[in-house]
């Protein structure tokens, strides 16, 4: 005879990030006969052996998430002998999407004078200056037409770009990065400067990447926090001695990262804020500003949902709506955290920051600018000063997506139509040659 179950596995919840276990009573049908255990998952209707699951109870991996949510689980109950088994009743996991959602995917960036872009199929293409390799292409210094960085394929995930260097995340988590090799070399392996991705050592399983000037960081999905580039300023941590892919210690459970010139932010799942790097100017929020801090220091907030760094300035979004800001930006330091005018009537759903502005994103799909504003780069019909409080975009439509370069901006439309304005010195807001523009010019690039 089989076994018989006297206790069933139980449906489990859990919020993301979180494992879940399952668990299951039996009694042999013979006093003394050793049971055996087999839990399967429900994949697309059919149930397979989750590998080495073979106990009475079984845990699910640290990295389950929401895309598990609705997930069964049922095991098999035997006993190793030639006698019949018993399969248990499934149990169903509930993942809850956690108060501090992971970084979103960048769809469309500018570095110093290049632009990025995904498209819907995954394809990265790029336009504007290749100085250094930029672009990802074997091109010229100049590109005058978007084109495809055909080494990537069609699993790109998202990017990011610094001022003479770009980086991607591919679907399958590994980061791959080109250009300038004093902000890349040591990671890739290339002591001189490359026109064509190549991947960084070290970094799989990522889920996030963040680059402002100097350094890159990136997010993988077991929380923990890595980084490449010069180890200027304290922002990868302490100095090791090269530019190679590391993880940063005293971090983990993050949620969100980004990279500032001099500095660097992480949002951990609990809602609170991480700094480390320059504090000159007050970016770290954390004191009266000056010196550098190698370790991660706890900002005085809680309850954020978002963060963001430009290049002397962090930013913060919390639970409520409100917009906190410490460092230097829109003419003016702050060496604390310190509420700022956030744009009214809907909810904040994106921060993008620039070298020294920052655009945000409503949930109604309007966009808003503030900050330096020379070259037009904050996008909103006039040239030069500082706008100090979060003004509209206006001329794009209902917005997607946004990102920021140095001196330029960018937006996806909800058509996937691309959207660009500021300097177009190196052709990157159009891929063509043309005037600086302080409103948003379509690109004739589509996603």
Known sequence: MPPT?????????????????????????????ALTYQWQRQTAGTWTNVPGA???SYTTPATTRAADNGAQFRVVVGTGMDMPAVTSSAATLTVDAP??????DTLV???????????ANGELWSWGLNNDGALGRADGDT??????????????????AGATYSVALLANGTVWAWGSSDRIGAAVGSPLSTRLPLQVTGLTGMRAISTRYWHTLALRDDGTVWGFGPENFGALGPAVGNGAARQLAGLSNVRQVSAGEQ???????????????????GQLGVDSGGAQRTAPQTVPLTNVTAVA?????????RSDGTLWRWGSFAGTTLNVPTQVTAPGGGTITRLAPGNHHLHILRSDNTLFGFGENSLGRVGIGTTGGQVTTPTQLSGIGTVSDVGAGEFHGLALRSDG?????????????????GPDTNTPQDTSFTR
């Open 309 to 317: 760094a430009t290049s002397f300035a962090s930013f913060a979004l």
């Open 417 to 433: 139509r691309v959207f660009s304005w500021g300097h177009n010195g190196s052709r990157q807001l159009r891929g063509v040659a």
């Open 5 to 33: 179950i006297t206790s069933q596995p139980a449906n489990v919840t859990v919020t993301e990030p979180a494992t879940a276990t399952f668990s299951v009573a039996a009694t042999p049908a013979t006093e003394g006969t």
């Open 54 to 56: 073979t106990a009475a």
């Open 109 to 119: 960036t500018g570095g110093g004078s290049q632009t990025l872009a995904i498209r």
């Open 99 to 104: 108060a501090v959602a992971w970084q979103a």
């Open 143 to 160: 590109v005058t037409t978007p084109s495809q960085v055909t080494a990537l394929g069609n699993t790109v995930r998202s990017v990011a």
């Open 263 to 281: 500095h660097s932010i992480a949002l951990l799942a609990d809602g609170t804020v991480r700094t480390w790097g320059s504090n000159t100017l």
